[in-house]
């Protein structure tokens, strides 16, 4: 089995984030953001009592999270990784 086939047949866990930018990235929704950061939405929300998820913004009963926002999240991240 070459690695197209494989990568077919076993995709990756997590996807890459596209080539855009934050401009013309579209806000995800809590599920895409946790389809694209392989976590549970359980999890999400315990690290959301935590005050450890990325800012939301609320379009009438719907939460987004920009790329902008995402991003900020990952470096927070790194930062408390070195930290510890």
């Known amino acids: 089995m070459n690695a197209a086939m494989r990568a077919d047949v076993f995709p990756p866990a997590i996807t890459t984030p596209s080539r855009k930018t934050a401009k013309d990235a579209p806000p995800m929704t809590i599920d895409e953001f946790c389809k ?7 999890h999400y929300f315990e690290l959301k009592q935590q ?3 990325p800012a939301e913004i609320r379009v009438g009963r719907k939460a987004l999270i920009t790329a902008t926002s995402a991003r900020e999240w990952e470096r927070r991240l790194e930062t408390e990784q070195k930290a510890m």
């Open 36 to 42: 694209r950061y392989a976590l549970s939405r359980s």
């Open 51 to 53: 005050g450890r998820t």
